[in-house]
């Protein structure tokens, strides 16, 4: 008798400002039944974040604490905070057969693809490094300084998005949402045909 089988693992990474977040929601709304793995992180929780659902917000003491004892799948440290992905969550999903999606960057997608070669990387791409620039400064949140710094790590995160299984230009939103939307269905659909799904296939 043939034992459940696991889910899929996606991991969406991009610079800050891509839209990527978006895209996820949209995602969601379109294909039930994948699970959001919730990241932990020592920043404070902007406005329209809520603790649990957007991020699980921990103090940089119980981070580390908790990175000792190896409960991370995978951790960064970003413009000045700690961000991690409790392995219990994405391993409690897979083995349960549901697919999961992590939102992370470079450093922890990289960490995942290292640790569970199975996992689906998608990275979401600005149409133009200027563009990007454009959004940051238009969200109005961040000091001159740290614009700089965001934008310095844009340029190494899209330097790596060649490691990636698929990117994603988000020129538009709706256009962007049915490229993820073609690529997770593509997964599920050759996880159906005998011998699964391969990255030589989709």
């Given at each position: 008798?043939?034992?459940r089988p696991?889910?899929n693992?996606f991991?969406l990474?991009?610079?800050?400002?891509?839209g990527?977040?978006?895209?996820?929601?949209i995602?969601?709304?379109?294909?039930?039944?994948?699970e959001?793995?919730?990241?932990c992180t020592?920043r404070?929780?902007?406005?329209d974040e809520?603790?649990?659902?957007d991020?699980?917000?921990?103090?940089?003491?119980?981070?580390?604490?908790r990175?000792?004892?190896?409960?991370?799948?995978?951790?960064?440290?970003v413009?000045?905070?700690?961000?991690?992905?409790?392995?219990s969550?994405?391993?409690?999903?897979?083995?349960s057969?549901r697919d999961?999606?992590?939102?992370?960057d470079?450093?922890?997608?990289l960490q995942?693809?290292?640790?569970?070669?199975?996992?689906?990387?998608?990275?979401?791409?600005?149409?133009?490094f200027?563009?990007?620039e454009?959004?940051?400064r238009?969200?109005?949140?961040?000091?001159?300084e740290?614009?700089?710094?965001r934008?310095h790590?844009a340029r190494?995160?899209?330097?790596q998005s060649c490691?990636?299984?698929?990117?994603i230009?988000?020129?538009?939103a709706d256009r962007?949402a049915?490229?993820?939307?073609?690529?997770?269905l593509?997964y599920r659909?050759?996880?159906?045909?005998p011998?699964?799904?391969?990255?030589?296939?989709?």
């Amino acid at each position: 008798m043939q034992g459940r089988p696991k889910g899929n693992l996606f991991v969406l990474s991009g610079p800050s400002g891509t839209g990527k977040g978006t895209l996820r929601k949209i995602l969601f709304e379109r294909v039930p039944g994948i699970e959001f793995s919730i990241s932990c992180t020592t920043r404070e929780p902007r406005d329209d974040e809520k603790d649990g659902v957007d991020y699980r917000f921990i103090t940089e003491r119980e981070f580390r604490a908790r990175l000792d004892d190896g409960e991370f799948l995978e951790h960064a440290f970003v413009h000045g905070y700690y961000y991690g992905t409790l392995r219990s969550d994405v391993v409690r999903a897979l083995e349960s057969g549901r697919d999961i999606m992590l939102e992370i960057d470079v450093q922890g997608a990289l960490q995942v693809r290292a640790a569970m070669p199975e996992s689906r990387l998608i990275f979401v791409s600005p149409p133009s490094f200027e563009e990007l620039e454009h959004r940051l400064r238009d969200r109005g949140t961040e000091t001159e300084e740290r614009l700089r710094v965001r934008l310095h790590n844009a340029r190494l995160e899209m330097e790596q998005s060649c490691k990636y299984d698929h990117v994603i230009i988000n020129d538009r939103a709706d256009r962007a949402a049915d490229e993820l939307t073609r690529i997770v269905l593509a997964y599920r659909d050759a996880d159906k045909r005998p011998g699964g799904a391969s990255h030589e296939t989709l």
